[in-house]
Structures are given as structure tokens and as C-alpha cells.
């Protein structure tokens, strides 16, 4: 099993900073398989990015994801006020399929 | 655009039978081109992905699960279900279904899960 491990736990932040969001696999993944999703409070995950670096429709261009082999970033280039929530990384080549544990970024 | 729903009791006994239901509009199961699935949230924690399957027979768990779970298919009412055995306070979790895109699953040409359900609460208590 592929263990996905996000750091930092929680990141506290103000609008308009920038975010960045490590993601690191116990062993390598391959980039078309390794996803980005949102999530808030009483909603379901929301996809941001899949293999390592492209953005799901819809989102903005001030998410984006890269990384190789064992490790893994999302960047959040200014962060709006609805970026604030928890946001994992999510491996889907290799069964079973795992996630991280999470990151919550926060307003500081 | 494929939109799922689940469904199910929110309050199931210990070492009773959780069953859930996951409803399709706006695409067929029966599409091998789509991908379908569940996952699950223990209160307060992170997701936990516990099974996939094609409509044309590819079909995969997470080990820790796989002796308890089971996954159907209803084309007549083009919803999928899931069955878990034996549950206990440790399968209290949100559970949700969800799809993603298969250009051609059995090659590796899919794309991780999108759309998802809202997610069901199932409490397990006595």
C-alpha cells in the first residue's frame, strides 16, 4: 500500500498569501495518478487537479499542482477567501487506492 | 453531467448488515466509460477509498475490507449498491459514492473520481 503523507498538518495563512502543500508517497507514484481535491465543511471532496499538474474544469489558474516520483506540491498562488479549507492528495494508480491525511490551510 | 445520490439508513446495530445505495442521473452504469466507486470519512478524519468497479466486470477493494464488502448492480434502476457485514463503531463514517472517467480502464486510461454523491452519515451504535 502506497502511504500518502501531507505536510504541514495545518497551515495558517492570509488572503492574498501564497500556499504551498507538500504531499509525500511512501513510494513512487506515477504523475498520471496522483490527484488534488477540496474540501470544505459538510461537502464532498472537490476535484482540483489530476496527474500531478493539470486543473480539473472549472478551476482557477491560481491552483496548481507538480511534483514527481515520491513527492508532490499544490500551490495556491493567492489565496481567496474560499480557499481556506482542507485539501488532500489522492493516489489512484496503484490498488489500494490512498489518500493523505490532509492539510487544512486557515485564516492566520 | 453524471450526478449520483446515496441513500441508506443513517443508524445501523453492531454486527448488522450496512447497506447503501448509490443513484445515477445524467449517465448510464452500464457506460464503460465511466468508473464507479466508494469512499468513506470517519468523523473528523480523512478519506478512506473502499472499493471500485466497471459495469464490464473490473472490480477492486481495499484488503482491510474486502472479507465484508460487497458491491451490486440494479441496471433497471441504474444504481449501484454497497454492502458491508459485520459492521462496528469503527465503520461509523459519511459514505460516499462517486464516478470518474475510463477512456479505457483496463489499460490505465482513467482519469480519479469525479463527480462525487453528498455523502451519507451512518452511525453505528446499538
Known amino acids: 500500500e502506497i502511504v500518502l503523507t501531507q505536510s504541514p498538518g495545518t497551515l495558517s495563512l492570509s488572503p492574498g498569501e501564497r500556499a504551498a502543500l507538500s504531499c509525500r508517497a511512501s513510494?513512487?507514484?506515477?504523475?498520471?495518478?496522483l490527484a488534488w481535491y477540496q474540501q470544505k465543511p459538510s461537502q464532498a471532496p472537490r476535484l482540483l487537479i489530476y496527474?500531478?499538474?493539470s486543473r480539473a474544469t472549472g478551476i482557477p489558474d491560481r491552483f496548481s499542482g507538480s511534483g514527481s516520483g515520491t513527492d508532490f506540491t499544490l500551490t495556491i498562488s493567492r489565496l481567496e477567501p474560499e480557499d481556506f479549507a482542507v485539501y488532500y492528495c489522492?493516489?489512484?494508480?496503484?490498488?489500494?487506492?490512498?489518500f493523505g491525511q490532509g492539510t487544512r490551510v486557515e485564516i492566520k | 453531467q453524471v450526478q449520483l445520490q446515496e441513500s441508506g439508513p443513517g443508524l445501523v446495530k453492531p454486527s448488522e448488515t450496512l447497506s447503501l445505495t448509490c443513484s445515477v442521473s445524467?449517465?448510464?452504469?452500464?457506460?464503460?466509460?465511466?468508473?464507479w466507486g466508494w469512499i468513506r470519512q470517519p468523523p473528523g478524519k480523512g478519506l478512506e477509498w473502499i472499493a471500485n468497479?466497471?459495469?464490464?466486470?473490473?472490480?477492486y477493494f481495499i484488503p482491510s475490507l474486502n472479507s465484508r464488502v460487497t458491491i451490486s448492480v440494479d441496471t433497471s434502476k441504474n444504481h449501484f449498491s454497497l454492502k458491508l457485514s459485520s459492521v462496528t463503531a469503527a465503520d461509523t463514517a459519511v459514505y460516499y459514492c462517486?464516478?470518474?472517467?475510463?477512456?479505457?480502464?483496463?489499460?490505465?486510461?482513467?482519469?480519479?473520481?469525479?463527480?462525487w454523491g453528498q455523502g451519507v452519515q451512518v452511525t453505528v451504535s446499538s
Open positions: 462517486a464516478s470518474g472517467s475510463a477512456p479505457h480502464y483496463a489499460s490505465g486510461t482513467y482519469f480519479p473520481f469525479d463527480p
Open positions: 445524467g449517465g448510464s452504469i452500464t457506460d464503460n466509460s465511466f468508473y
Open positions: 468497479f466497471t459495469y464490464s466486470g473490473s472490480t
Open positions: 513510494q513512487s507514484v506515477s504523475s498520471t495518478y
Open positions: 496527474g500531478a499538474s
Open positions: 489522492h493516489q489512484y494508480g496503484s490498488s489500494p487506492w490512498t
